[in-house]
């Protein structure tokens, strides 16, 4: 393990430390956005049934991504903190005992998703004629599903060591195989048949295959995080519970956003596939947008975990500060672009008029809020490394269940999609300033 990385989390300069693992972690975060927005943009290329079709897979694939999130950001936060502490063996105990836990979970999903597709979609509201391409799709990526998780909960723990550059390395190396496989199976270009959306399934499921293999290779060779050593079920059951008391309220949180969106997908369908299609790639860009943020908190975790673990408070206060301040002034540069350029980002993606009407209309409306989700985003990642998961989940539903929901159904009804975007900004803003109330409320609490 490099033990250099901790040294520079505990005692490095707060702004240059952050902002050096940003642009590195930033890197692979866009990596990870730009293999969906590929994803997107060749599947839009066949036609306006297959980008609805892939639009509702979105929040199914999100909520798998959001458990294995959980069990990686679990895994992080316990990680770093034993890191803080200088506790080696800890650190490869509870970082084999996370992965096994991810593949026990993983084995499951398979099996239940492979069974469940076709009345799952329906009550998503997928039409008949969108079904066999979602079925089509839904088959392959479940059987890739352990490609997806495992590095996901890999990833995180090589994060959890200061290293950022490394998870992005990996995350830009699923990008380039998924954009060259993209179009070549997609369309069968040189010496492949043209699968269409199966073949988009296949990059995806192929170029995750190659981080997972990776990914183990740096935990296993490079970093020496894996043991192999036979210990006691009690040991492993003990490391679960440590993972699984963060892990859970997180994934939890999480999966409560896909919910959200199949919702909305759910509520956005009555206006026709061209309005889902439309809402799915806005979506995405929103992703993309958010990324910078997302690669904050991503490095985030392992620097308050490990000054939580060193009890080098002050620095966890000046952290938090900085970055949301950051959150502020990015997200309204990235507002400014969005709205200027909303038309010419949305033609981007599909060449139907309706598509780019809907997608157009969420970027003049929602980015305005996005300063406040970056916010959110950061302390309810605090809260989770603070050991506070069920207050950092109950905001999460607090945002989505009780306000954008009943929001976005009141919205719709008076106001058409319109009222729908503006029911989602409006959420992002009273969220993000309750998170940060109830974020230094509990550090207060932490430091005494």
């Known amino acids: 393990m490099k033990s250099n990385n901790s040294a520079k989390l505990i005692h490095g300069p707060i702004g240059k430390t952050l902002a050096r693992m940003t642009v590195a972690m930033t890197l692979g975060m866009v990596g990870m956005v730009a293999f969906n927005l590929a994803d997107t943009f060749f599947v839009g290329k066949l036609g306006t049934d297959q980008l609805a079709s892939l639009s509702f897979t979105f929040p199914v694939v999100l909520v798998i991504s959001s458990i294995a999130l959980g069990l990686g950001f679990g895994a992080s936060a316990v990680i770093s903190r034993a890191i803080g502490e200088g506790d080696h063996h800890k650190v490869q105990r509870l970082t084999t005992d ?11 999903f398979v099996v239940i998703g492979l069974f469940t597709i076709k009345p799952l979609f329906k009550t998503l509201g997928a039409s008949p004629q969108l079904l066999p ?11 890739g599903m352990p490609f997806v998780v495992v590095p996901m909960v890999g990833n995180n723990a090589i994060r959890a060591t200061g290293d950022a550059k490394t998870p992005s390395i990996i995350m830009l190396i699923a990008f380039g195989i998924n954009v060259i496989l993209d179009p070549m199976l997609i369309f069968g270009i040189g010496p492949f048949p043209e699968l269409g959306i199966k073949g988009a399934a296949l990059a995806t499921v192929f170029s995750r295959f190659t981080t997972f293999s990776v990914a183990l290779w740096v ?28 892990g859970v309220p997180f994934a939890g949180s999480r999966i409560v956003i896909p919910i959200t969106i199949g919702i909305i997908t759910r509520i956005i369908s009555s206006y026709g596939n061209f309005a889902v299609a439309g809402y799915g790639v806005a979506s995405r860009i929103e ?11 991503s490095v985030f ?9 060193a009890k ?5 206060v000046d952290a938090i500060n900085l970055s949301h301040r950051f959150s502020i002034f990015w997200e309204i540069f990235i507002w400014i672009l969005l709205i200027s350029f909303r038309n010419t980002i949305a033609g981007v993606f599909n060449n139907h008029p309706e598509v780019i009407a809907t997608t157009a209309l969420y970027l003049a409306i929602v980015p305005f809020s996005y300063s406040l989700q970056g916010v959110f985003m950061l302390s309810t990642t605090g809260l989770n490394v603070m050991h506070k998961p069920l207050q950092a989940a109950g905001l999460t539903i607090m945002q989505m269940f009780l306000i954008c929901v009943p929001l976005v159904l009141i919205g719709s009804h008076l106001f058409g999609l319109t009222g729908i975007f503006v029911a989602i900004a409006f959420t992002y803003i009273v969220s993000g300033i309750a998170s940060r109330i109830v974020l230094m409320k509990y550090l207060k609490q932490v430091i005494n």
């Open 312 to 316: 080098k408070f002050t620095r966890v």
């Open 98 to 108: 996370s992965l096994l836990l991810a593949l026990l979970i993983v084995i499951s």
């Open 133 to 143: 391409y979602i079925v089509t799709y839904m088959k392959i990526w479940y059987l």
């Open 219 to 246: 935990l296993i060779k490079r970093d020496k995080m894996i043991t192999f050593d036979l210990t006691g079920i009690s040991n492993i059951l003990q490391s679960w519970k440590q993972v699984l008391f963060i």
């Open 287 to 297: 992703f993309f947008s958010l990324a910078v943020i997302a690669a904050l908190a």
């Open 301 to 309: 975790s392992p620097f308050i975990g490990q000054n939580l673990g």
